[in-house]
């Protein structure tokens, strides 16, 4: 069972050359790879589970920044090493004209927020493993970002 998931079809052909380097770097040639595939269909699949795992671990561990967007809501995560640190932006006013799905009104939000605009910040440990956290953050409707957007926020505080 992967940490993480597997990789798609798709992701392993994108990531054919470093899946060839993990199998080299384990010491198992091209021809070794077909005799797995074809003989050991368990063996195989585990080997696509460790590489996967690999590949996003890789990932999770550069994340600095994430965003979760919604019509009357964003929030901006920044991801330390011991916690995540949150800068949301939401309306007071349930009937104002609010679209945090659309990148101008943020844009605009930010440098010049409408009325009934709040800002507002907290912070938290980590729950899990913070990589097994951002991954459940990420399947959840998180974004991996910059980092602008949490700056630009912070600067509203």
Request: net charge negative.
């Amino acid at each position: 069972m992967p940490k993480y998931r597997l990789l798609t079809l798709d992701e392993l052909t994108e990531l054919e050359k470093e899946f060839v380097e993990y199998l080299v770097l384990n010491g198992i040639t091209a021809d070794d790879w077909v005799k797995i595939k074809e003989n050991d269909k368990e063996d195989a699949e585990r080997l696509i589970e460790l590489f996967s795992d690999v590949v996003f671990e890789g990932i999770l561990r550069k994340v600095n920044y994430l965003e979760y967007r919604a019509e009357n809501f964003v929030h901006a995560f920044q991801c330390l090493q011991d916690k995540l640190v949150l800068v949301a932006m939401e309306s007071e006013d349930e009937e104002a004209s609010i679209n945090f799905l659309d990148s101008a009104f943020i844009q605009d939000a930010t440098v010049n927020p409408p009325d009934k605009l709040i800002v507002r910040t907290t912070s938290k440990p980590y729950s899990k493993a913070r990589e097994l956290e951002l991954f459940d953050m990420i399947q959840a409707g998180c974004t991996i970002s910059d980092g602008g957007l949490f700056k630009a926020l912070c600067l509203k505080l």
